[in-house]
């Protein structure tokens, strides 16, 4: 779709109450980044379990392999269904600018 992410296992305990758009940090060796993290089903794909996807606001290196650690800071919206692929980017798109804006960057 365009945007690199950290992908990680979403711990079948996890209760759809948690589910959202989140404002979150990562943890990569000593140093933490923001970002905007999925947590939930992609409703657009119908795709199941749930997914947790961390867009990084600043960082464009490949991290296959590295040890992350992420932190969810602040749930801004629901985890939504939308009627076509280019909707979907542009809300994504949108939610990258919410989150620049929340970290000052």
């Given at each position: ?84 692929i ?10 990258i ?9």
């Open positions: 779709m365009g945007f690199s992410t950290i992908n990680i296992p979403v711990p079948k305990s996890l209760k759809s109450k948690s589910w959202g758009i989140y404002f979150s940090l990562v943890k990569i060796g000593e140093k933490i980044y923001p970002g905007v993290t999925h947590l939930g089903p992609v409703k657009t794909f119908s795709l199941r379990p749930p997914t947790c996807e961390t867009h990084l606001l600043t960082v464009k290196s490949n991290l296959y392999n590295k040890t992350v650690e992420k932190k969810l800071i602040f749930r801004f919206r629901e985890v939504e269904r939308f009627p076509s280019r909707q979907l980017k542009k809300q994504i798109k949108k939610d600018q919410m989150a620049r804006r929340y970290f000052g960057i």
